[in-house]
């Protein structure tokens, strides 16, 4: 973050095995960073997603937070590669309550605030369907790379959290179709443990006779 220097949580030996992208370190690390320059800020989107447990994912993807009457810089990723040490900043949304749509799951920051797990997915499930944010994914017949990576998505949090689909729908009204959730709900299992794991489930989805399906 600009000007500020705080400790690197990027675990030592992991540096190759993380994809920073443009970003001069870890999302964990640059959202404690940003905090202390921003500490009333709410932590949104891809920059909330570790904090819930969804490690390394966010780690290439821009910092998204939230605040009162303000709106500047990008959540895009390819645009946000040009200014890698600012966050974008957006409005928070009608009706938003801080106890009731936030929690605060640092303990090295316990005063900063971050959104909840559903609230999170629905972000992120946005920026993803709208190619704000995405990762190569294998061709998979029938379906987008940009809905392969939501169905990934889904499924990596499951593992993460106990957010229901019921939550979820909620959390994305008015941010995602309702058509569309429900096409993404008959493509996820909450038992894939890895994005190839997920990939291979879509490719081979249609492969069994009638009256099988495929049990992850």
């Not at 891809?46 to 780690?59: S, T």
Request: proline residues 7%; aromatic residues 6%.
């Amino acid at each position: 973050a600009d000007g500020m220097m705080v400790e690197n949580t990027c675990l030592p030996g992991l540096a190759d095995a993380r994809d920073l992208g443009a970003f001069p370190a870890c999302m964990v690390t640059r959202v404690r960073a940003l905090h202390q320059l921003h500490p009333t800020f709410i932590v949104s989107g891809w920059a909330a997603a570790p904090f819930h447990g969804l490690l390394y994912w966010a780690d290439s993807a821009a910092v998204l937070l939230l605040a009162e009457g303000r709106s500047n810089g990008s959540d895009r990723t390819e645009t946000a590669k040009g200014s890698p040490l600012s966050p974008a900043i957006r409005p928070l949304p009608p009706g938003f309550d801080l106890e009731r749509d936030t929690i605060a799951p640092d303990p090295l920051c316990p005063q900063m605030r971050v959104v909840t797990a559903p609230v999170v997915l629905a972000q992120c499930l946005r920026s993803v369907l709208s190619g704000k944010h995405g990762w190569p994914v294998v061709e998979v017949d029938g379906l987008t790379d940009r809905q392969v990576r939501a169905v990934q998505l889904i499924d990596a949090f499951a593992q993460c959290s106990t957010v229901t689909w019921n939550q979820l729908e909620d959390a994305a009204t008015g941010l995602i179709s309702r058509r569309e959730l429900r096409r993404l709900s008959r493509l996820v299992a909450a038992g894939a443990e890895s994005p190839r794991e997920t990939e291979f489930r879509l490719m081979v989805r249609d492969l069994l006779p009638a009256g099988h399906r495929w049990e992850t």
